[in-house]
Every structure is written in structure tokens, then in C-alpha cells.
């Protein structure tokens, strides 16, 4: 018999071997009791303590072999019992092996599996041994006795031809291996595997039924997706984004899509239905634990762009909490030729295309507002009354009630219901729905249309805002023109009054006082030809990270102990072109307002970053064009600008601080200079949180734009003559009588010889009665009967080659497009002063 062999009797022996052993236990107590009867009496003592002596050792040999594992208890050998019990009438083959190929445990169930094909002595073989017939199976095998070498678990599934049991040409077996790990696993088996080498367990089962019934089921499986996919109809499947995760090969093939392209987030909605009449087929969420069914006649675009007419079964089911799942479409052709109709329905489905593709949105509703029918654009337009059900919940609460009266309304019969201009609450557009009366399956209701006005609102906002900015501007620049020459008078005839005193005059200080104010005022006039853009500029190439870096130290100085103030630039910032100047007094401006509105301190950020036309869309500003931009954030945590008040922020003179304590100009200057400049302001204020100015400045690109020549690098002018006395004759022409009257006297001290006209109608009248004789023309801009620029052009007309000064309050640019191509002239601005009208007048002359 092979050691194999030997190890498997020895395990069925050893339980039967034991009750024989407590019987010869017992007839040996037995034999040497009866012995002590036959013994001398002088003997017994000595042959007791002995055989006492004996019992003692017995037992201590008993207890030793107890607690080592050579003994053990009635309840052990029970357990042990149980245990190979089971494992004998497992249905599954089991065998444990010792090393690669030793066998210490085979049960019935394989000793069935191997039947009669014994190794050498009778022995039963291994796992590999018994399946080594079937060259197909080599791989799973060697992967198994792999995984037993190393003490790990495997599984595999074998096809075998034939079963090694019964005469079934095909069978299934699944194999499982895994180490034995039980410190007693040696006992168990008996003397076997307590050599130290590894023991596995191999698991032999039968799966063929079970694989017979898998693949029953996947036939018929196979079988239900092919019904589908060849059904006369189309079907397709979307989760709640509109995603399509299930396509059939009938509707692909309508609509020349691939199917592999079905169910990896390949294929939306929106990619095989047109229009916007996906909105209809996607639900928000519903009543939880119901289904919604729904019939809709809509196009579907083929991968080709053409439409096919469709009827589609929408059917959605609603969880426990309310949120749609997976849908269930079934998509019907109706297009000529698909599916033969009757002209009736035939007509209502052309009906229904119509309806649903509209781009205006419409809806049935009864008397209550509850809505019985609706296209794609009103799902689309007013998503919140569509997926309550109520056209209501579309529109705003101030506008519910009108609405309501207008449905019902209509629903009585009413057809003279004017439209309701309303705002759409979760859009944020705004509407015009117009009710009419309507009758459907014999109960009155209303048609509702609804047409969008957003676009229109902020067309209409935009004019007015910029029609009312324009005749503020005008405003503020005609006032800026009449304090201008006011202005110039007073600092004339100040400056004429402090020739004549000394400063130890009592009078001296009273005249600066004058002059003082009167410069203060000039700077007020200055900042309304800021908003009104009439203010001279002298725009410069400048990188504007340089320019925020050069003002820190002023705004912290500015800002004070309690505000931090941070600033960040983003690298390569493209160039810009503005006047350095007033592009400073626009930080400097915001930085004041944001420090104003943190009495409490708090932070204010500084930043500057590039922001291309692609990008521009992302600040949903209105009127802002696509273009390169280097945009300018200033930022604060302060109070926040409420709604009310946000459109007049610009305005001159409007200010929300205390009187005495804000001019109302600061805001309208830097939304002068920045519009100047050919830039964009914008405001972003909540309530709490603070607010943010963005200026927009376009891309300067060095060689493409020409339109304004760069400030030339200023060249020091040369010190003024201590003597400001001159000659010539000068012809003074200025409409206001004080200004032409301090003009004339200050030019006449210094020995030039004055003509005085008061318009340029009146200027050509004294230069006619002059012939030669003016040397040059001193001349204002705006002026009654006939301006400035005009009375140049006649000058030059009639031969007069005097160079020509013109004076205003306006900038430069805003009347040299009038005069004539080539000429040149000189510019003073309003107010001027004593000083610097010698000076020009003297810097002119011939």
C-alpha cells in the first residue's frame, strides 16, 4: 500500500482503535486486583506501594501527553469526529495535500470525482494529475498549483470533455485552493504534516448546472436586446442630466448615430433633438414615488443635421425623494413614409412640430393657472412654472396676482387683456406674457404666450443710462464753461489786486484768501470736464503694474493704520495707454471711496491682470465689447452699495456722505477719465460684504494703434525773462466782458497794444479796420454769432497770417478737429492766471 493509501486508512482506523484500548485498560485493572488474592500477606504492603507508586507515574505520563496533545478528551475526539463527519459527506471534493504532491485527506465526494482512475498502488491522484487529460485546461492548473506552492488562494472554472463523472460530454468544475493555516491541523490529519511543509486544500465542485442555467439566461437575454434593438420602433433611455445611457439599433440607425458612442457620455439630448425641445424631455424633480408619462410630437436631427418627425412616450419614474431617474422613451416615425397616417393625424402632428419648435413660449392653462399643455421654449424660458406645473410659479410674486386676473380673465370669455410685463423668477429675464381666451375638450382656460424682453429691458436701461449720463455730461460741461470764465475773472483781478499790495498790507492776506478759493474752485470745475470728457488728456504707454507699484506708499499713507491694503499683479501684463496723471487720480479716488465706506477698517485689494476677448463673456458686463483688455480690480470689505442707488454712483454732485464732507464729484471724475481714455468702468457691490470697481483698459499694441500720438518726454523749459514787458498788437476776442476786460488790462501794463472784440463776427469787423497791423489774436472758443474755429477759417480766408491763441475750458481735442488740416495754433486752458497769459502771449509773438 502506497504512504498515501496508508495516511487515508490510518484516519479511518484510528476511531475504532480506541475503544479497544480502554477495554484491555479495564481487564488489566481487573487481572492485578484478582493477583493480590494469591500473594503472601508480609508481600501485599510492599506490592501496593509499588503498584500505588506506578498509578502515580502513569498519571503524571497522562497529564504531560494531555497538555502536549497525545491525549486528549472525550469532547476533542467529539469535535474532531463532527469535523471529518462533515467533511466526509461534503457533495464537494476535498483533498489536502502536503508539499506538491503529498495526499494526507481525501473525501467519498472525490474519491467519487477520481472513480476508478488510481495512480500506481490504487492511490488517489492529485488535482493536476486528475485533470491532466484536458490540454485546454493546462493554464488554469498551473495558476492554482502555483497559488498552492506559495500558500495563497485561487479559483478557476474548468471546461472539461468529458465529465469525469457519468457521460456528459461537456462539464463545468470549479476549483478552489487555500492554505490550511490551524496550528492542529497536523493532529487533525493524524501523524501526517507535522513536518513543517505546507498543507492546501483543494475544493472540487460541480458548476455545470449552474452554467447551464447562466447561460439560458444570457441567451434570453441576448435574445430580449435583440427584440428591442430590431424593434419597428425606436427606443432610448436618459438619466436626469439628459445623458442617453441605452440607444436601440433601430432609432441609431433612423438617425445615422453610432451605438458606440451610447452609453460613455457620448451622446446627449441635445445632440439628437432639435431646437431647444430637449427641455421637455429633461424633468425637475416630482412628487416622490410616482411615475409621469407624457406624449410629445417633436423633431429629432440625424447625425446629418436633417429632422425626422417623432412621436415619443416619455415615461420618468420620481424616487422617495423626489428626484427623477433613468427615463423610458419609446420614439415613433412619423415622417412621410414611416409609418402610413391618416391626414387628421397626419395634420396633428405637423401641428405639434409647429408647437413645439416655435422660438415663442406657449402654454395652456385653466382657470387657476395650472398648466395643461406647453412647448420646448416655455420649458425652456420659465423651467421653474414648468416643473411645478402652475405658470404662476414662472413670474415673480409682485406679479402673480396681475397674472392670475388676467387667466381669469380670458378663461370668461375676455379678450381685451393688455399685456403683462413681469420678471421670471429663477432666470432672473424679464417678460411680456400676453393671455388669451382658449377652449379645450370643452372646458374654458387660456392660452398663454410668452416673449422674452430681456434683451429689450436692457436696451431700453442701457439708452436711458447713457442718455442721462449725456445730458449730465452736457450739463456739467456748460457749467464748467461759465464758472471757467468767472473763475478766470476772479484770479485776474486777484492777482491785479496783489501786484498793487505788499504783503504787510491789511488787505494783502483778504486777496490771497480770494485767489485760494477761487483755485479751489477751478479744481471742482476741473472734475466736471472729467465726467463730462472735455478735460485736456496726454496719454503715454504704460504698464500699469509699474504704476500700481509706484502709488503703495501713498494709498497706505492714505488709508490709514486700521485698512490693510494688498495688492497683486499678474505676470506679462500687456501695455495700456493712458494719461499717467488722472489715470493715478482714478486709483486714488476709488481708494478713498472703499476707505469712506470701512469706517471700521478692513481690507482693500489692489489688482491688475490681463483678460482676453475670449474671457470677456465671463463678466457678464453690458456693453462691454470683445477685445484684450488689462483690467484693474479695487476692491473692499466694506458696507456695500445698495441696489437703489447703484445707477447714480456716476453722477455728479451725488454723494451718500455727510454735508460738508463730500463734493459728489470723485466717482463722476473717474468715470470721465476712464470713458476718455476708451475704457469701461464697472461696479459689483452686496450688501455686507463690500463692493468692486473693474476698469477695463484696451490692449495697447506698439505699432497698431496711431490714433493718439504718446506724450512726448518734456523738455525743461527755459526760465522766463525777468522782463515780461513786450510789444505787438493783440487782438483780444472774448465774449465775457470781465474776462476781456482783465485781459486786456494786464496785456495793455505790460506795453502791448490791445484790440478788444466781443464775438468773432466782431473780430473780423476790427481786423478789417486794422489791415497789418495785428501781430497775433488771443481768442476764446465758445463764443455767440460766431466761435473760434470758425473765425479762424475766415481769418486765414481773407489772408491774415497771425498766429492764434485759443483759451477755453474744454480740452484741446474737442475743437482742433474743427479747425482747418495742417494749421497751427496755440491752446491756453481756462482759468488762466496773470503769469501765464504774459507769459503765452510773450512766447507767441513775432
Not at 471534493?93 to 467519498?108: H, K, R
Not at 410616482?290 to 416619455?314: A, F, K, M, W
Not at 494719461?579 to 486709483?587: A, K, R, S, T, Y
Request: with cysteine; charged share 25%.
Amino acid at each position: 500500500m502506497s504512504p498515501s493509501s496508508m495516511h487515508i486508512a490510518a484516519q479511518r482506523s484510528e476511531r475504532a482503535g480506541q475503544p479497544m484500548l480502554v477495554m484491555a485498560l479495564a481487564a488489566a485493572c481487573i487481572a492485578i486486583m484478582a493477583s493480590f488474592a494469591w500473594l503472601p500477606n508480609e508481600q501485599t504492603p510492599m506490592l501496593l506501594l509499588v503498584l500505588l507508586l506506578s498509578l502515580a507515574f502513569v498519571g503524571v505520563l497522562a497529564l504531560v501527553g494531555f497538555a502536549a496533545g497525545f491525549l486528549r478528551t472525550n469532547a476533542a475526539r467529539a469535535g474532531d469526529d463532527i469535523a471529518r463527519l462533515i467533511a466526509d459527506t461534503s457533495p464537494d471534493g476535498l483533498l489536502v495535500t502536503e508539499g506538491e504532491s503529498a495526499i494526507l485527506y481525501a473525501n467519498d465526494a472525490y474519491m467519487a470525482l477520481a472513480g476508478g482512475t488510481g495512480g500506481r498502488n490504487g492511490g488517489p491522484r492529485t488535482v493536476d494529475r486528475l485533470f491532466s487529460g484536458a490540454p485546454e485546461v493546462a493554464e488554469p492548473l498551473y495558476r492554482l498549483a502555483t497559488a498552492a506552492r506559495e500558500g495563497k488562494r485561487c479559483a478557476e472554472e474548468l471546461r472539461v470533455t468529458p465529465a469525469l463523472i457519468g457521460d456528459a460530454e461537456v462539464a463545468w468544475y470549479r476549483i478552489r485552493v487555500r492554505p490550511l493555516e490551524r496550528p492542529d491541523a497536523g493532529r487533525l490529519l493524524g501523524k501526517a504534516g507535522r513536518n513543517g511543509r505546507k498543507l492546501a486544500l483543494w475544493t472540487i465542485a460541480d458548476v455545470t448546472r449552474e452554467r447551464e442555467r447562466h447561460e439560458n439566461v444570457f441567451q434570453e437575454l441576448q435574445h430580449a436586446i435583440d427584440f428591442l434593438d430590431h424593434a419597428p420602433a425606436g427606443f432610448f433611455s436618459t438619466d436626469a442630466r439628459g445623458n442617453i445611457s441605452y440607444m436601440n439599433a433601430t432609432l441609431a440607425d433612423w438617425l445615422d448615430f453610432d451605438l458606440s458612442q451610447v452609453g460613455a457620455g457620448g451622446l446627449a439630448l441635445r445632440d439628437i433633438v432639435a431646437d431647444d425641445s430637449a427641455s421637455l424631455l429633461v424633468f425637475g424633480s416630482g412628487t416622490p414615488n410616482t411615475v409621469r408619462t407624457e406624449q410629445i410630437d417633436l423633431d429629432l436631427r440625424r447625425r446629418d443635421g436633417l429632422r425626422l418627425p417623432s412621436r415619443l412616450l416619455h415615461r420618468v419614474a420620481f424616487g422617495v425623494d423626489g428626484a427623477p431617474g433613468a427615463s423610458r422613451t419609446l420614439a415613433l416615425n412619423r415622417s412621410p413614409g414611416g409609418e402610413p397616417a391618416e391626414e387628421a393625424r397626419a395634420a396633428e402632428v405637423r401641428f405639434a412640430r409647429f408647437f413645439n419648435s416655435t422660438p415663442m413660449a406657449i402654454a395652456t392653462v385653466d382657470r387657476a393657472g395650472k398648466i395643461q399643455r406647453s412647448n420646448a421654449a416655455f420649458a425652456k424660458l420659465l423651467p421653474g412654472a414648468a416643473s411645478v406645473g402652475t405658470v404662476l410659479a414662472g413670474v415673480a410674486e409682485a406679479h402673480r396676482g396681475g397674472l392670475l386676473r388676467a387667466v381669469q380673465d380670458a378663461s370668461s370669455g375676455s379678450e381685451d387683456n393688455a399685456p403683462i410685463d413681469a420678471a421670471l423668477t429663477e432666470t432672473g429675464k424679464s417678460a411680456r406674457l400676453f393671455v388669451t381666451p382658449n377652449e379645450e375638450n370643452g372646458e374654458r382656460g387660456a392660452s398663454v404666450f410668452v416673449l422674452d424682453t430681456t434683451e429689450e429691458r436692457n436696451r431700453e436701461e442701457q439708452l436711458h443710462q447713457s442718455q442721462k449720463m449725456q445730458a449730465v455730461g452736457q450739463l456739467a460741461g456748460g457749467v464748467a464753461h461759465d464758472f471757467n470764465n468767472v473763475l478766470t475773472a476772479i484770479l485776474g483781478y486777484s492777482e491785479l489786486l496783489l501786484a498793487n499790495h505788499r504783503p504787510t498790507d491789511p488787505s494783502f492776506q483778504d486777496i490771497m484768501q480770494i485767489k485760494q478759493n477761487a483755485n479751489r474752485a477751478a479744481g471742482l470745475v476741473r472734475q466736471l470736464l472729467a465726467f463730462s470728457r472735455r478735460q485736456t488728456l496726454r496719454p503715454q504707454v504704460l504698464q500699469l503694474g509699474d504704476v500700481l507699484s509706484d502709488l503703495q506708499m501713498l494709498t497706505r499713507r492714505l488709508v490709514g493704520e486700521k485698512i490693510e491694503v494688498s495688492s497683486k499683479q499678474a505676470r506679462d501684463l500687456w501695455l495700456v495707454k493712458a494719461d499717467l496723471n488722472q489715470f493715478e487720480q482714478v486709483i486714488m479716488n476709488l481708494i478713498v471711496n472703499a476707505r469712506d465706506a470701512m469706517p471700521d477698517g478692513g481690507k482693500i485689494f489692489l489688482r491688475v491682470k490681463n483678460v482676453a476677448a475670449s474671457e470677456c463673456a465671463a463678466y457678464a458686463c453690458k456693453q462691454l465689447p470683445e477685445a484684450d483688455y488689462v483690467v484693474v480690480e479695487v476692491e473692499d470689505t466694506g458696507t456695500g452699495i445698495p441696489v437703489e442707488i447703484r445707477d447714480k454712483i456716476f453722477d455728479p454732485f451725488f454723494t451718500t456722505k455727510e454735508v460738508g464732507k463730500g463734493t459728489g464729484l470723485g466717482l463722476s471724475m473717474v468715470y470721465g477719465i476712464v470713458k476718455q481714455t476708451g475704457g469701461f468702468i464697472y461696479c459689483d457691490s452686496t450688501i455686507g460684504r463690500g463692493t468692486t470697481f473693474r476698469i477695463f483698459l484696451t490692449r495697447h499694441i506698439p505699432g497698431v494703434e496711431t490714433v493718439v500720438e504718446e506724450e512726448k518726454p518734456a523738455v525743461p523749459e527755459k526760465k522766463p525773462a525777468a522782463d515780461h514787458t513786450g510789444a505787438g498788437v493783440v487782438l483780444l476776442v472774448e465774449d465775457e466782458e470781465a474776462v476781456r476786460s482783465f485781459g486786456a488790462r494786464a496785456l495793455s501794463s505790460r506795453g502791448y497794444t490791445v484790440l478788444e472784440a466781443e464775438s468773432g463776427v466782431d473780430a473780423l469787423r476790427v481786423v478789417d479796420e486794422n489791415p497789418g497791423r495785428i501781430d497775433l489774436v488771443v481768442s476764446d472758443v465758445v463764443m455767440p454769432e460766431m466761435d473760434g474755429p470758425t473765425m479762424f477759417g475766415e481769418l486765414r480766408k481773407r489772408g491774415i497770417k497771425a498766429r492764434v491763441i485759443f483759451v477755453s475750458g474744454y480740452a484741446e481735442d474737442a475743437f482742433s478737429k474743427n479747425l482747418p488740416e495742417g494749421e497751427d495754433f496755440g491752446f491756453m486752458p481756462k482759468p488762466f492766471t496773470l503769469k501765464q497769459l504774459i507769459e503765452t502771449v510773450k512766447a507767441n509773438m513775432k
